[in-house]
Structure formats: C-alpha cells, structure tokens
C-alpha cells in the first residue's frame, strides 16, 4: 500500500505557558493510539507547539487500513445445535451478527469444549474517509482549566482560531466549533503572515518563512546557544533554571536573547529578592560574575527578530526597576518592625476556621519540636530549636512576602540575622519550609530539621482532624506533599521516630485544644494508610519492585529509614544464588502461621524431634542478633540463615498434629517465628519466578 503525510495543526489564542507542553503531547498520544486502534499503520511521529498552535506530523501513513482476518468464537456446540441437529437461534444469532451465515459455522476445541466459530473478512476502509475521527480526537482532549466562548458548547483551554489537517495534498475535512479545516495556518503575530501549507513534510519550513519555530526542543536549544554566546561575548555567568526556561521557551515563537541592566544600589537588596523579581515575575535570567557575584544585568528572551534590540532593553529595564524599587521599600520598612511586633499579628490570622489561627499553630509546632528534641537528646539545642518553632512563621506579615509569597522562609532567616538571632535559628526559619517540593533537599541542620517534621505533622494531623483528606486529584492544601516531606526527612535523617508515635503525638496534641472533630481510631487509620502511599511512592521513585514495596509496607511502619533499607535490601538481593529458595522456606512459615489461633509461649519440652529443637534454637540465637544489629543487610542474613533448618523441620515435622498440646505448641513456633520475620518484611508477598 502507498503511503503519505498525516498534519495536524490546532491555532489558538495564547496558551498559558504551563499547559503548552502537556497538551502538544497529550495530542500526539492521542493521534498516534488512535491509528494503532484502527489498524492504520504510520511511520515516525513529530510533535510541534507554540504558544498559538498545537501540531502534529504523522510519517508514512497507510492510506487505508489492514484487512483484517480474525476467528470468532460463539457459543458451544451443545448450545448451537438443537436435539435434532439444527441450528438454534443461539448460533443463528451469532452468525447474524458477524455478518456471517450458518454455512460458515465451524467447530473447535477448547479445553475440551466444542465451540461455534467463523473466519471473519474485515476490508480495510480508506484512511482519509476515517480521519474525520480527528475532530473527536480533539474535541476530547482534557486540560486543566477549560473555557467556553460566543455561543459554542465545546469547552476548550482557548478558542480554536483555526485548523489545519492534511492527509498528503488533500484537506481532511471537519469542523469543530465553526472553524474549518484548511491547509492554511499562521505566521507570528507580528512578523508573519498567513501562510499556505502545501503538503505536510513542509509544515516546519513554511512556518519558519513566517518567523514561526514550530519545534519546541530546536527553540530552546537557540534560546540556550544565544545565552551561551552571550556569555562568552561578556564574560558572565548565565545560570539556566530549567523551570523558568520551560516556561520562557512556551512563551516565545521565534526567539531573541538580550540583556538589560539595572542601578548597582539594588545590590544591596538579598540576592533571593533580585532573582525572585527577575525570575518569578519578569521572567528574567539573574546574570552573575566568575565568582558567582549577582551582577547588575539580565537576561530576557524577545518574541520576535533583533531588531531595535536597544528599545526592548530599556523598556524591560523600566519594569523591572520599578519592581526593585517596591523591593528596596519594603525590605527597608520590614526592618523596622520587631520580630515580637510580627509575632502579635499572628493573632488575627487565621490559618483556619477550624484549626485556628497562625499563632495557635505556632505554639502547637513549638510543642512538638519540643517533644521531638527530647527523643532526639538534643540537650543546648532544644532551646534554639524552640525558638525556631517560635518565630518560623513571624516573616509571613513582612511586606516583602506579602508581595513576593516565594520569598517565605529566605526573608525570614535574613530578618531574623538583622534582629541578632542565632544564625542557627535564622537557618531553621528557612530550613522549616524544606522540601519545598519532590526535587528539593530535606533541612540540612537537625534544628531546622526538627522544626520542619514538627510543622509539617501538626498540618497533616489538623487536616486529617477535621476530615479533610485528599481525594483524587484534589489536594487543596498540599498534604501530600507535606507527608513525602515528612518521609523524606525521616527517611534522610535515619532518625528512630517509629511513624506511629509521630502522629499519635500530633493528635493527642488536637485533642487537647479540642480540634479533634473524629474519632481519634479513624484519624490514625487514615494518616497511616495516606503516610503509607507516601512511602509507596518514594520506593517507586528509587526503582523498587513492587512486590518488593508491599512485602516492606505489610504491617506497621515503625522507623522510615528502615523500611526503605528493608527494601533496597531486598531489591539488591533479589538476584542472587539462593534467594528464591530463601524466600520460599520463609514464606512457607509465614503461610503456616495464620493458622495459629491460640499463640503459647513455646515450650521446648514438648518437642518431639532433633529437628524441631535445631529450628527452634537457630532461631533463638539468631533473633538475638537481630536485635542487637542495626544493619539490615545483616539482619536479612541472619533470616535466611535458618532456611536449612527450616526445610528439615517440614521434612520430618507435622506441624496440625492430632495432639492439640503438639498442634497448638508448633503452630505457637511457626507463628513466633512468622512475626519476627515480618518486622523486616512478608516474605509470602514477593513474587518468585
């Protein structure tokens, strides 16, 4: 069969900058599923987006689908055939809607039944009579937030302004919201004009002739090579955050790097500020010396060609100047205030209606931390720590942050060094907010440490109180990632706070203050079960089984750090020369000891073979050890030690023996056993292959 082009372009109003990448490949996604559902084969797949458009171009494309040859199976022969030999209307029924006749029945075998089948003939349809599927494939798509506009019904994340779809040189037609397909599309909005699509492959070439770069991954390697050129040209350092180049690049349809500068008195200001105002706000690079010393330049990225580059510049330094300016007043009046000042107005802002306000929380944080440094033996620094919980939350009614929401914690622990707090202190004021999200660092100091796992259980432990949990998507105020914090920095830390104690502590401390509004069993039942996906997740983030994650996941959580060991253990061991045979005498134990009803202390008295004694004291002297090591590595070694045993113990012991004294004295060892294997992890619940 021939072969041609497949293109499809979406014009629209500008995309936000954060759904532009999303949305060109949820399209190619959904193009490139739905050609393998209709049996159309297709070659090589490119996706293309700006801000104005979404595009694919589809290689090689079939021009009609494979003739498909498929055996259909109806029902069994006893049921097809009357008593007398003729067809019922079972398999009349079948062969009706196969498109088929009675001539064609024949019989085949399945598993020793005899069934009705027919060889089915499907001719493959022409492609370009089934594309019109594309306005569907369209139509469908999802996005995070969604208008409507005129009159239409169809609900989109912007108006379509037009559409572009060909298959080879011919027009596929449809419409979606009263915008036709063509083969025209448009160049950028300023320099461009509209422009004529004359077979697929020249889609990139064309829109380049209108200043449109339609490949998003050439667009940014420009943006990258022209920053790099501009370092070299002035000798600075252009840091590249990925994020914000993400964002600039769906921005942009044809780009141009430039640079700006601003009064060296804005230097003075905290680095953390200029980069907020640069980066969050303008969408600016921050340039910097050879030694990493801000400089007062930056860098932007122009929507168009090079010309009057100089009129850009300044205009760009206008609006930032003035945003510095705000910055450089703020941060002078913020200084002003004393931190006891700030810690007054917590008072009147209330985190919730149902939780209370900042300060309320601030003093339960404080409490906790407290509790948390004793456990941790923390001596001189309990009391840094509490001041820490003190005043975390005190930059929240700075000026600075009210305008620039980013900079919580940073301007804190600058503030806090002004008013002569202990760096250690000012440290944790910042630290406490760590990890800001999945890629960032768990607080570096044990102080800032401590404050974090304190504010970060008390939010989760309110929440859960009142019942607010996250469902679905939905998680309004961050809890999940509140609870990976958490994770992470118990996990990171190696810290001996069993998970349990942490959250029990959190919501005796509501129940106190009478924010409890469940049954406190509930509230531990759904912070445990929310904690365990939690650690669910960052095992699957690290490339564990996940058989593996659910053996380390069975029973409590106890000590996080150990968990994921537990299960790095059990990953990296996996491979190796006896696992499977380990893991089977360990399991056969497990499986054994759910039967056991009335555990007994096991007497050894009651033994009736060398076997049993064998097991029994490898196992005692084992389990020692056990306890007295910290490595896991070793204490997974002490568990398969008693494989040998084990496999001697079945061989020549009944463990539901007649005798109940017997049965319930073996079942009592199995299960002994059993559980003491299970603190590391359920051995049934790895699969073996």
């Known amino acids: 069969m021939s072969k041609r082009d497949l293109l499809l372009e979406i014009g629209l109003e500008e995309l936000p900058a954060r759904f532009v990448t999303a949305s060109m490949n949820q399209l190619s996604d959904k193009v490139q599923k739905w050609l393998t559902e209709k049996a159309i084969e297709f070659g090589t797949v490119e996706a293309f987006s700006t801000p104005r458009r979404l595009a694919i171009l589809v290689k090689g494309v079939e021009e009609s689908q494979k003739d498909i040859e498929e055996e259909a199976k109806g029902p069994a022969k006893k049921i097809a055939l009357d008593s007398e030999g003729n067809w019922s209307k079972a398999a009349l029924g079948f062969v009706r809607g196969q498109g088929m006749t009675s001539e064609d029945i024949f019989f085949k075998e399945l598993k020793g039944v005899e069934y009705a089948h027919v060889n089915k003939f499907i001719k493959g349809q022409p492609t370009l009579q089934l594309l019109s599927d594309l306005a569907e494939i369209i139509s469908g798509m999802t996005f995070p937030k969604n208008m409507r506009w005129a009159d239409q019904e169809l609900r989109f994340v912007r108006p379509i302004k037009w559409l572009t779809a060909l298959f080879g040189q011919e027009v596929v037609p449809f419409s979606i919201a009263d915008v036709q397909t063509g083969r025209e599309t448009k160049g950028h909005r300023f320099l461009g004009e509209k422009a004529i699509i004359e077979k697929p492959a020249r889609y990139e070439e064309t829109l380049a002739e209108q200043f449109v770069m339609a490949d998003p991954d050439k667009r940014r390697q420009v943006i990258l090579d022209q920053i790099k050129g501009l370092e070299q040209e002035k000798g600075w350092i252009i840091p590249v955050d990925e994020s914000l180049l993400e964002e600039v690049n769906n921005l942009i349809e044809y780009p141009t790097?430039?640079?700006?500068?601003?009064?060296?008195?804005?230097?003075?200001?905290?680095?953390?500020?200029?980069?907020?105002?640069?980066?969050?706000?303008?969408?600016?690079?921050?340039?910097?010396?050879?030694?990493?010393?801000?400089?007062?330049?930056?860098?932007?990225?122009?929507?168009?060609?090079?010309?009057h580059l100089d009129k850009v510049s300044k205009g760009n330094e206008k609006v930032l100047r003035a945003r510095l300016s705000d910055a450089a007043f703020f941060y002078k009046e913020d200084q002003k205030k004393e931190i006891s000042d700030a810690l007054k107005k917590l008072d009147s802002i209330v985190y919730h209606e149902e939780i209370g306000t900042l300060a309320e929380k601030t003093e339960r944080v404080k409490e906790v931390a407290g509790i948390l440094a004793d456990v941790l033996n923390l001596g001189e620094e309990k009391g840094l720590a509490l001041r820490a919980a003190e005043i975390a939350k005190f930059d929240l009614v700075s000026h600075m942050v009210y305008e620039f929401p980013e900079l919580q914690g940073y301007m804190g622990e600058k503030y806090a060094l002004l008013k002569g707090e202990a760096k250690e202190v000012a440290a944790a004021i910042n630290e406490h907010y760590m990890p800001r999200h999945a890629e960032d660092d768990v607080p570096p100091s044990v102080i800032g440490a401590v404050v974090s796992l304190a504010e970060k259980i008390d939010t989760l432990a309110s929440f859960f109180a009142i019942g607010v949990i996250p469902t679905g998507s939905q998680d309004p105020y961050a809890l999940r990632r509140q609870a990976s914090g958490v994770v992470q920095i118990l996990a990171e830390k190696k810290w001996d706070i069993p998970l349990e104690e942490l959250i029990v502590l959190s919501l005796e401390g509501l129940e106190a203050k009478n924010i409890l509004k469940r049954d406190i069993e509930e509230v531990k039942a759904d912070m445990f079960t929310f904690f365990k996906a939690r650690i669910k997740h960052l095992l699957q983030e690290e490339q564990i089984r996940y058989d593996m994650i659910d053996a380390v996941l069975f029973g409590e959580i106890g000590y996080i750090h150990s968990i994921v060991e537990r299960a790095h253990v059990l990953d990296t061991r996996k491979d190796e020369a006896g696992f499977k045979e380990s893991m089977e005498a360990l399991s056969r134990v497990m499986n054994i000891a759910v039967k056991c009803d009335d555990k007994v202390t096991?007497?050894?008295?009651?033994?009736?073979?060398?076997?049993?004694?064998?097991?029994?004291?490898?196992?005692?002297?084992?389990?020692?050890?056990?306890?007295?090591?910290?490595?896991?590595?070793?204490?997974?070694?002490?568990?398969?030690?008693?494989?040998?045993?084990?496999?001697?113990?079945?061989?020549?012991?009944?463990?539901?023996?007649?005798?109940?004294?017997?049965?319930?004295?073996?079942?009592?060892?199995?299960?002994?056993?059993?559980d003491w294997v299970a603190s590391f992890a359920a051995m049934n619940k790895i699969i073996l292959s």
Request: glycine share 2%; no cysteine.
């Open 257 to 307: 790097v430039l640079f700006g500068q601003f009064e060296e008195e804005f230097l003075e200001l905290p680095a953390e500020v200029l980069i907020t105002s640069m980066k969050e706000h303008q969408r600016y690079f921050p340039v910097k010396d050879q030694d990493g010393k801000l400089l007062p330049f930056f860098v932007t990225v122009r929507n168009g060609d090079a010309k």
């Open 602 to 674: 096991v007497d050894p008295s009651v033994f009736e073979n060398d076997q049993e004694k064998a097991l029994y004291e490898k196992y005692q002297h084992a389990a020692v050890q056990y306890k007295e090591s910290k490595n896991e590595d070793e204490r997974f070694d002490l568990l398969i030690s008693l494989q040998s045993e084990i496999e001697a113990y079945f061989d020549n012991t009944m463990v539901m023996a007649e005798d109940e004294a017997l049965r319930i004295n073996r079942l009592s060892l199995m299960k002994e056993i059993s």
